[in-house]
T-cell receptor, first 114, second 114 residues
Framework: DAKTTQPTSMDCAEGRAANLPCNHS???????VYWYRQIHSQGPQYIIH???NNETNEMASLIITEDRKSSTLILPHATLRDTAVYYCIVRLRYSGGGADGLTFGKGTHLIIQP | DAGVTQSPTHLIKTRGQQVTLRCSPKSGHDTVSWYQQALGQGPQFIFQ???????QRGNFPDRFSGHQFPNYSSELNVNALLLGDSALYLC?????????????FGPGTRLTVT
């Protein structure tokens, strides 16, 4: 799995868009970008994933640069409930030899300010 | 559609004792992974079960063992508990062998060893 780099922490005002960056310069052609978040003392929650194209779901949007070396998770209208640690993980979607566990880095602690 | 469930929510044990934690995967998922999350750290992969066998294992001692049942539910057993085993234990499920995509996590079991 490609190594990822994220800022340690970020602040965002409630109601504004929160943009969380992730660098993954060693990503290979068939590795996907996944985002999870973990609200304090809860289990991680899958948010979104993408390969090349930008993706959007009911929770967030994912923008992947053309060279795929970085991406941005966008929470369009952040609320206080979006305060959490956000993890960017890069890995293959399928493996003929089975699957191993997710490797979580330190993530970005996003704090939504009222 | 029931998500991943775990029991118990909290548990207090004494050093040297044994503990069993339980997990039911998301409907339609047959692969269960277990993670340990110490305070202030990201989740660490313990092992993964598929077809009632341990398929992948992280860097955890043999004191950590597991089981998967025919209905895909799973147990995590920890023997000879140490103070350092105090952590949030997370269960995650995913569909199918070889699938390395998104995993769905339960709320976790908070284990305190005194």
């Amino acid at each position: 799995d490609a190594k990822t780099t994220q800022p340690t922490s970020m602040d965002c005002a409630e109601g504004r868009a929160a943009n969380l960056p992730c660098n993954h310069s060693t990503i290979s052609g068939n590795e996907y970008v996944y985002w999870y978040r973990q609200i304090h003392s809860q289990g991680p929650q899958y948010i979104i994933h993408g390969l090349k194209n930008n993706e959007t779901n009911e929770m967030a949007s994912l923008i992947i640069t053309e060279d795929r070396k970085s991406s941005t998770l966008i929470l369009p209208h952040a609320t206080l409930r979006d305060t959490a640690v956000y993890y960017c993980i890069v890995r293959l979607r399928y493996s003929g030899g089975g699957a191993d566990g997710l490797t979580f880095g330190k993530g970005t602690h996003l704090i939504i300010q009222p | 559609d029931a998500g991943v469930t775990q029991s118990p929510t909290h548990l207090i044990k004494t050093r040297g004792q044994q503990v069993t934690l339980r997990c039911s995967p998301k409907s339609g998922h047959d692969t269960v992974s277990w993670y340990q999350q110490a305070l202030g750290q990201g989740p660490q992969f313990i092992f993964q079960y598929y077809e009632e066998e341990e398929r992948q294992r992280g860097n955890f001692p043999d004191r950590f063992s597991g089981h998967q049942f025919p209905n895909y539910s799973s147990e995590l057993n920890v023997n000879a508990l140490l103070l350092g085993d105090s952590a949030l234990y997370l269960c995650a499920s995913s569909p199918g062998w070889g699938y390395r995509g998104e995993q769905y996590f339960g709320p976790g079991t908070r284990l305190t060893v005194t």
